[in-house]
C-alpha cells in the first residue's frame, strides 16, 4: 500500500491512494490538465485512475472533478450531502456513486472507512483507507477534534493531517475578522496546535509515516507544523513530513 499527493493547501488539493490493482484520486482541487501534469510527477497518467473520492465540496476539492471524470470516464464517490451542495452546478460528475458517511465500501482492492467531521460544508467526510493489513488515516479541512474523529485514527500505520495555521500568525495576519474567526472556528480548520493535542491522544505505536497538510502559505509555515507534531510524538522534527501546495509530496510505502 502506498499513497502521494498532488498538492495541499487552499489553492488545490488532490491525493493518492493506491493498493492491489487499485488506484484512487481522494479529491481534485486542479484542472484537467494541471492535474495531469502532478500525476506525470508520479510517473502516472489519468488513465492509470480506477476512481475519485470526495471528502467535501469546496472549490480547493472538487473544481476538477466533473471534467477529469467525464474525459477519462472515472466514478466518483461522495457523500449525499456533497452530491446536493453540487447539484444544479456545472461540477456535477456523471458516474456517481453515495456513500453514507457512517458505513465503510470497498472499491477495488481498498477498503474505505469515512467518518463526520465539523467543517463548514454540507456533509463532510474524512476517511481510513486499508488494504486488509494496514491503515492510512486522512483528516483535512476540521475544525475540531472529536472522539469520533480520535477513534476512527487510533492505530493507523500512516497519517495526513492537517495543520492549517498558527494561531499567531493567523491574529495578526493580513486576513479580515469574519476569515480569521471561521478559519479559528469549530467548522474551520486544525491548528498546529490542536493537530498536535489530537496526534498525542492518538495509538501511534504502529505509526510509520505522519504527514503534515493543508498548510497556509499566509499563517503558517512547515517548521511550526514540523515542530508541534513532532514534540506530540517525541520524534525529531525532520521526521514528520509536509504536504506542499505546489508539490504535494512523493509516494510513501506503509511496509
Request: aromatic share 6%.
Given at each position: 500500500?502506498?499513497?502521494?499527493?498532488?498538492?495541499?493547501?487552499?489553492?488545490?488539493n488532490?491525493?493518492?491512494?493506491?493498493?492491489?490493482?487499485?488506484?484512487?484520486?481522494?479529491?481534485?482541487?486542479?484542472?484537467?490538465?494541471?492535474?495531469?501534469?502532478?500525476?506525470?510527477?508520479?510517473?502516472?497518467?489519468?488513465?492509470?485512475?480506477?476512481?475519485?473520492?470526495?471528502?467535501?465540496?469546496?472549490?480547493?476539492?472538487?473544481?476538477g472533478?466533473?471534467?477529469?471524470?467525464?474525459r477519462?470516464?472515472?466514478?466518483?464517490?461522495?457523500?449525499?450531502?456533497?452530491?446536493?451542495?453540487?447539484?444544479?452546478?456545472?461540477?456535477?460528475?456523471?458516474?456517481?456513486?453515495?456513500?453514507?458517511?457512517?458505513?465503510?465500501?470497498s472499491?477495488?482492492?481498498?477498503?474505505?472507512?469515512?467518518?463526520?467531521?465539523?467543517?463548514?460544508?454540507?456533509?463532510p467526510?474524512?476517511?481510513v483507507?486499508?488494504?486488509?493489513?494496514?491503515r492510512?488515516?486522512?483528516?483535512?479541512?476540521?475544525?475540531?477534534?472529536?472522539?469520533?474523529?480520535?477513534?476512527?485514527?487510533?492505530?493507523?500505520?500512516?497519517?495526513?493531517?492537517?495543520?492549517?495555521?498558527?494561531?499567531?500568525?493567523?491574529?495578526?495576519?493580513?486576513?479580515?475578522?469574519?476569515?480569521?474567526?471561521?478559519?479559528?472556528?469549530?467548522?474551520g480548520?486544525l491548528?498546529?496546535a490542536?493537530?498536535?493535542?489530537?496526534?498525542?491522544?492518538?495509538?501511534?505505536?504502529?505509526?510509520?509515516?505522519?504527514?503534515?497538510?493543508h498548510?497556509?502559505?499566509?499563517?503558517?509555515?512547515?517548521?511550526?507544523?514540523?515542530?508541534a507534531?513532532?514534540?506530540a510524538?517525541?520524534?525529531?522534527?525532520?521526521?514528520?513530513?509536509?504536504?506542499?501546495?505546489?508539490?504535494?509530496?512523493?509516494?510513501?510505502?506503509?511496509?
Amino acid at each position: 500500500m502506498r499513497f502521494a499527493c498532488l498538492g495541499s493547501g487552499s489553492e488545490g488539493n488532490a491525493l493518492i491512494v493506491e493498493a492491489g490493482r487499485t488506484r484512487l484520486l481522494v479529491d481534485c482541487g486542479f484542472g484537467v490538465r494541471e492535474i495531469t501534469r502532478r500525476l506525470g510527477r508520479l510517473n502516472l497518467a489519468p488513465e492509470d485512475l480506477d476512481a475519485i473520492l470526495l471528502t467535501h465540496e469546496h472549490g480547493d476539492h472538487v473544481a476538477g472533478v466533473a471534467r477529469l471524470a467525464a474525459r477519462f470516464r472515472l466514478p466518483v464517490w461522495l457523500s449525499h450531502g456533497t452530491h446536493l451542495a453540487l447539484a444544479g452546478g456545472e461540477g456535477v460528475p456523471e458516474d456517481i456513486h453515495l456513500f453514507d458517511v457512517h458505513h465503510a465500501f470497498s472499491v477495488g482492492d481498498l477498503w474505505i472507512h469515512p467518518f463526520p467531521v465539523p467543517h463548514d460544508a454540507r456533509e463532510p467526510a474524512q476517511f481510513v483507507f486499508s488494504d486488509g493489513k494496514r491503515r492510512l488515516g486522512l483528516l483535512t479541512d476540521v475544525g475540531r477534534s472529536t472522539p469520533h474523529i480520535q477513534t476512527m485514527l487510533d492505530g493507523c500505520d500512516a497519517l495526513v493531517l492537517e495543520c492549517n495555521h498558527d494561531p499567531q500568525m493567523l491574529a495578526r495576519g493580513p486576513y479580515p475578522p469574519p476569515l480569521k474567526h471561521r478559519i479559528a472556528g469549530d467548522l474551520g480548520h486544525l491548528s498546529n496546535a490542536a493537530a498536535a493535542a489530537l496526534l498525542a491522544a492518538l495509538d501511534h505505536r504502529r505509526l510509520k509515516h505522519v504527514i503534515a497538510a493543508h498548510l497556509s502559505r499566509t499563517n503558517n509555515r512547515p517548521e511550526l507544523a514540523r515542530a508541534a507534531l513532532a514534540q506530540a510524538l517525541g520524534c525529531e522534527p525532520e521526521w514528520i513530513g509536509v504536504a506542499d501546495q505546489d508539490c504535494g509530496f512523493d509516494w510513501r510505502h506503509i511496509a
